[in-house]
């Protein structure tokens, strides 16, 4: 329509031109100013053709991303059919009139360019979500984001064994190799059981806030066989409980960047631990005033669900989708914040004050996840974490920093288009893990705006 309209115009010139040459000196005038105002308005519908002609290639190309991405929404969401994309109605074409057209850039063009990229960010965002919840590590470190408006309920169950061999001394060496007094060797089983409400809200596109209230049930099991001099003593078990709530964390969660299928998208996390739960100062001890005391003192009669000090983690999530699977990492450093507590005295005395400080932590997660049909993922990770030594009064305690790895397994299924079932298993790695954990969580997603 353009190009007719330009040649019209441009034989229409031709004709002015030819009149020209036999009118009058005003009238030639006046025609020559109609020829030159006839091939500024050529000029400009030529250069109108260039922007709209590059502006339709770029929305093409769009249009062709988002498809990709609503069809593997699709897929991830058990078949069912994205939202309805939204139609731009196409202006009808009209006359041009003698007067010189306005440039224009579009701005309709522009906008919907702008949308369809935002929802290719949204579809990339629901995908990894969808892959990554199944990763235990993710799900509590951060980075899997929740979208704009919604509020995510997951309730959760998980379940630690611990097992460990502990040796006692109580007495005193005259010469190395030689010990005179009680040596008591520990064996301890525990089993601990978490329940556990999450809330998580999308305040942004790119930002949430959660809240975690966990709720402990342990039992623990010590069977101390002591080796004392001169005497023969059979083995001693002893049992502990815990029913009560543990420490309350909340934070929140910003994604830096947008991401593309060539640049990973970073998450930064922040998350803050309380001390709601049952102190580890406060629980009571054996000692030697207590039956058996000798050979039981310094145990737990009950068990603590919480730390006793507040903890501040951030950490930052790396997000690289490459199909078939997404890459996952994340960084943290663990501070807690010391305090003056009283510790107890196994020897029976007054309790000894001392401020504490548990050693500081940093630790790695990474792994992959990836779809394995229409409604089910799975996911597979490694955690390290590091921790330093402890400090007292100032100092530092040798001997008590440490390490704890662990192999994370995960398996997520899409049971409705707001609801999934994910079921995580982590082993440990060393003696400062648990043996085992296993974790179930149904995250359930409510569109609240």
Sequence with gaps: MIARTMLGGLGFAVMIQGAADAATPETAARIREL??????????????KSSL???????????????????????LNG???PPARRRVAQAPATTVPAAAPRETTAPAAEAAASNQREQADANRKARANLVLQTNSSLAQSGGVLTPKGT??????LQYSYYNSNQVNVSGFTIVPGITFGNININKVYENLLTEQLTLRYGLTGRSDIYVRIPFD?????????PVLVGQSVGPLTVSAHAFNLGDVQFGG?????????????FVANLNFKTMTGTSPFS???FTTNSPQGIYLQGVDKRLPTGTGFYQLQPSLTMLYPTSPVILFANLKYVYNFGRTVSIQNPGGGA?????????????LSFGMGFSLNNRASFSVGYEEDQYFDEQQNGQSIKGTAYDAGAFDFGLGYQITHNASLNVGVSIGVGPNSPAAQIVVRLPISLNIL
């Design 79 to 81: 078949g069912a059919p």
């Design 253 to 265: 969660s910003y994604q830096l960047n947008s991401g593309s299928e060539s640049v990973p998208t």
């Design 53 to 75: 002609v590059a502006q339709m290639d770029a929305i093409r190309t769009e249009l062709e991303s988002i498809r990709r991405e609503r069809a593997e929404l699709a897929a």
């Design 217 to 225: 049930t342990g039992y623990n099991t010590t069977i101390t066989s």
């Design 351 to 363: 309790p000894i004050k001392a401020k504490l400080q548990p050693g500081n932590g940093i630790g």
């Design 35 to 48: 020829n030159d105002r006839l091939n500024h308005q050529a000029a400009v519908l030529q250069k109108q």
């Design 151 to 156: 509020l995510v309920i997951e309730p959760s």
């Design 283 to 285: 629980v009571p001890i």
